[in-house]
């Protein structure tokens, strides 16, 4: 294969390719099988390449590569595969970030758990992000750390070597026996990881869910400047005002919440989530050395929430993972309680995570009984005074209601709040989320932009100019979003009665806490638990495929929330609670409506549903 044939067919890609390539921040999962991720897309798409077929049409028609855009795309899967058929591999070989440190910090955390050496070889300076002390004691990563000449000079050693790559392109790779791991760096978009060899097939699943988990693929914006720059080589990449965008998304944030600190804008709400357990683990072992550091998670809580903290827990000895069951009879206030006593009573520092309203029940706890519970001084088993708990709130569902500003709820104790920013704050225009903490947080969210920063993981100039763009409407379109859920939630309560809806009553709407996300338990039949369990699973889908199909210009079966337009429907059990536990996982329909949308048609058609029922 010649190079310049792959460059024209990759040409007529990039000025044929469907818009949502650029636009989409999550997929429909009508059309994604997750056991098939990525490789179905390249399967299609390298047919196509092979037939010289680059039309509109038929790139239209391929497959959804990957459930959400933070974990893969059409473009990075295309970048990934020109790359590989430039380099001889497999498409799967080949894996891109937007964090030029977290394919470093992949391959480390398998070397960890694989009791194998790595040694990290560079030309010229070390990368600024690269903090070899913290990444040794905070992460717990061993490695040996060499300057080289080139890809020639590569030491003999008895485990993994990776090479970094600083080169003025991604593209220029050269792939000896002797690296493991190839690490190309781009100061502006990002990192490619090249695995090489047989033998390192292995990583490569385990290096895709650090991906998943830490950070995110090379965003859409950044693979097509990448892709431009191979094909055009005077392409000029666009000028950048991050400043001035950053500064205006960090004064929106600051209105919105109330909050004191300065927010952290991350590339994803789980790159913000790591960079504030990390931050944490931080401050912990700097300021505590010795005691166990405990996290308190909700077991049904959103997966990548869950499976990051279990990760996190897997990787670092003092860290561990204590279950939180705030919902579907579960009180998160008593549950709280009774944790922090225990914790207390052994001496370990507790780090709470929740979201508030929950997902998917969508809850709201008694807040004055929270604060109570978290202000409570409790002892040691040995009578001391115990540590404080620091409270970690996801407020993606009302990013609007203010928690931590002077004389809010959770004023008064350590408290940090998050939000992910592909939900309202930017109405599904990009992945960046936020965090922001109260006084009391102040030294920890210094800790937490730190960790932040070495992992690489701030929201790109793309996503700072979305967000300053998205920012000033938000809370209007929480309110109108919620006018049309209230609507269709009192709709379904009076046409089919039977169902039962978990939504915020009308008293907690006069709090603030209008979320435009609901959660529909449908009635079933039966004898048996199983019959029941097995009607309503299908009720489930029957009714999220009769939406679909007579509304496809809006109604979508996608996890989003927080649209500009649209309603989404999803079944957390097998979307957002992919990793949790089976017995903690909602089988039930979860619909999340947007401020533009046909309501009456969505009406009309829910109405043919229980007339069908």
């Not at 070390?126 to 913290?134: K, M, N, R, S, Y």
């Not at 990002?190 to 650090?210: A, C, D, F, R, T």
């Not at 504030?276 to 700097?286: E, P, Q």
């Not at 569902?397 to 709040?417: D, K, Q, W, Y």
């Amino acid at each position: 294969m010649k190079d310049s044939t792959l460059l024209q067919y990759i040409k007529k890609v990039l000025e044929n390719m469907p818009a949502d390539w650029l636009q989409l921040t999550t997929h429909q999962l009508d059309i994604y099988n997750e056991q098939l991720a990525k490789t179905q897309f390249i399967e299609q798409f390298e047919h196509l390449y092979t037939t010289h077929n680059a039309t509109p049409e038929t790139l239209n028609e391929l497959p959804t590569a990957f459930d959400y855009i933070r974990l893969g795309h059409p473009l990075s899967c295309v970048l990934e595969w020109v790359i590989a058929k430039k380099q001889g591999l497999s498409s799967e070989n080949v894996i891109s970030f937007s964090s030029k440190t977290i394919p470093i910090l992949a391959i480390l955390r398998k070397n960890l758990l694989d009791n194998k050496r790595t040694q990290i070889l560079y030309t010229g300076e070390l990368p600024d992000f690269f903090d070899i002390e913290v990444i040794q004691q905070v992460y717990g990563y061993t490695y040996d750390l060499q300057k080289v000449e080139n890809t020639s000079t590569i030491p003999e050693y008895d485990g993994s070597t990776v090479y970094i790559s600083q080169e003025n392109t991604i593209f220029n790779i050269e792939l000896p026996s002797t690296i493991d791991f190839y690490i190309s760096l781009d100061r502006d978009l990002g990192s490619i990881l090249v695995v090489n060899g047989e033998y390192n097939k292995s990583y490569i699943s385990e290096i895709q869910h650090v991906r998943r988990r830490e950070t995110i693929a090379m965003t859409p914006i950044n693979c097509y400047i990448a892709l431009n720059t191979l094909i055009h080589p005077d392409f000029k990449t666009p000028t950048s005002t991050t400043e001035v965008h950053k500064t205006q998304v960090l004064d929106a944030i600051a209105t919105i919440t109330g909050a004191q600190t300065e927010a952290i804008v991350g590339s994803s709400g789980l790159s913000i989530q790591y960079a504030i357990m990390m931050g944490l683990v931080h401050h912990a072992l700097d300021n505590h050395k010795g005691k166990a550091i405990k996290f308190v998670v909700p077991p049904n809580c959103y997966g990548g929430t869950n499976d990051q903290a279990r990760r996190v827990a897997a990787v670092i000895d003092e860290v561990e993972i204590v279950d939180l069951p705030v919902d579907g009879g579960n009180d998160m206030v008593q549950s709280i309680d009774t944790v922090l006593d225990t914790i207390a009573k052994e001496d370990a520092i507790p780090y709470i995570i929740a979201e508030i309203p929950t997902n998917p029940r969508v809850e709201v706890p008694d807040l004055i009984r929270l604060k109570e519970i978290l202000s409570t001084p409790r002892k040691t088993a040995a009578g001391a005074t115990a540590i404080d708990p620091v409270f970690i709130l996801d407020q993606t569902f009302c990013p609007n209601v203010h928690f931590l500003g002077e004389g809010e709820i959770l004023s008064t104790m350590r408290a940090i709040s998050y939000a992910s920013g592909s939900k309202f704050p930017s109405g599904g225009k990009c992945t960046a989320g936020y965090c922001v903490g109260n006084k009391k947080a102040t030294a920890l969210m210094d800790t937490i932009g730190m960790h932040l920063r070495l992992c690489d993981n701030e929201a790109t100039a793309l996503q700072y100019e979305i967000l300053a763009t998205q920012l000033p409407s938000m809370n209007q379109r929480i309110h109108d979003a919620y006018k049309n859920t209230r609507e269709f939630v009192t709709f379904i309560n009076d046409t089919l009665p039977e169902a039962k809806i978990n939504f915020v009553s009308e008293e907690l709407a006069s709090h603030g806490f209008t979320p435009s996300v609901f959660s529909l338990d449908l009635p079933t039949k039966g004898t048996t638990h199983e019959e029941r369990e097995s009607y309503k699973r299908a009720l489930n889908h029957t009714l999220i495929q009769l939406m679909i199909t007579e509304i496809p210009d809006e109604s979508k079966y996608c996890v989003s929330y927080g649209q500009l337009k649209g309603c989404y429907w999803t079944i957390p059990a097998t979307s957002t609670q992919g990793t949790t536990k089976e017995g903690d996982k909602d089988y039930i329909a979860r619909v999340a409506l947007s401020p533009d949308m046909d309501l009456e048609l969505h009406k009309k058609v829910f109405l043919q549903f229980v007339e069908k029922i």
